[in-house]
């Protein structure tokens, strides 16, 4: 399920959501959340937005690649970070609300592999020419948490006022969406790039570890936003295949305008 173009990536992902959508897997909910991301960087190409349109195509495809092979090595029973093993592994939690599996995917992705994509688009010389437009990569990835809150209302009407009516719920959302991200990714690939091929495998491991540790939080969070979190999941509705409907209308609504 390798991607060649950014065309190719909305494809594999479209493939993900349809046969989670048939197989009632939670998988589809981060494949149609970040099918709406990949739109959203498409629709910014040969715009201007970007400095370098061909080096941004380049890091989506290598970044997005991370997380089609990590699904489709997982589908095989292959080896995958870890981090990417609990998100994925966590499919099958049926305590764990929409959200908690979106901020698993979101953890894996942005927090180990968005730095690795970044730094296998460049090396040590030119990696300052990047940081522009890596900023505004996740000025978009930054709209992850937006989205999720406005399409899981379609879910669940009541979880917004869950959300403002508690601040720790609140400030969990933003430990894990881009405050911790922001500066880690990049900081992540100003270390790979500037280090020796022999060194980056360890840098790798050592930096899965500590995101797989965020994911352990993300599963099992404090005594307050668990509560919290029993409730919301009681009131979902719904099976797996309509949670993925509802997130995927946003991403059918720009596809349609593609």
Avoid: C
């Amino acid at each position: 399920m390798t991607a060649t173009t950014i065309d190719e990536v909305i494809e594999n992902l479209e493939q993900i959501i349809q046969q989670s959508i048939s197989e009632e897997s939670t998988f589809g909910y981060f494949a149609a959340l970040y099918q709406n991301v990949t739109i959203n960087i498409k629709e910014k190409l040969g715009k201007g937005y970007f400095d370098d349109d061909k080096r941004m195509e380049q890091l989506d495809v290598i970044f997005a690649n991370r997380y089609l092979d990590a699904y489709s090595n997982y589908k095989v029973e292959k080896e995958i970070t870890k981090s990417w093993e609990i998100a994925f592994k966590s499919s099958t939690n049926s305590m764990l609300i929409v959200l908690q599996h979106l901020l698993l995917g979101m953890n894996a992705h942005i927090n180990l592999d968005l730095g690795i994509a970044a730094s296998q688009v460049t090396d040590d010389k030119t990696i300052a020419s990047l940081e522009p437009d890596f900023n505004r990569i996740n000025e978009l990835l930054a709209t992850l948490v937006d989205e999720v809150q406005k399409d899981l209302a379609e879910i669940w009407p009541t979880l917004l006022k869950i959300l403002k009516f508690s601040k720790r719920v609140d400030d969990f959302l933003i430990d894990f969406s881009m405050k911790f991200a922001r500066n880690k990714a990049w900081e992540f690939a100003n270390e790979l790039v500037k280090s020796k091929e022999v060194e980056k495998e360890k840098l790798i491991e050592l930096k899965d570890n500590e995101v797989s540790k965020l994911s352990e939080k993300i599963i099992y969070p404090g005594i307050l936003v668990k509560l919290l979190f029993i409730i919301i999941r009681i009131g979902e509705r719904g099976k797996p295949s309509d949670k993925t409907r509802a997130l995927e209308k946003l991403v059918e609504d720009k596809l349609d305008n593609l």
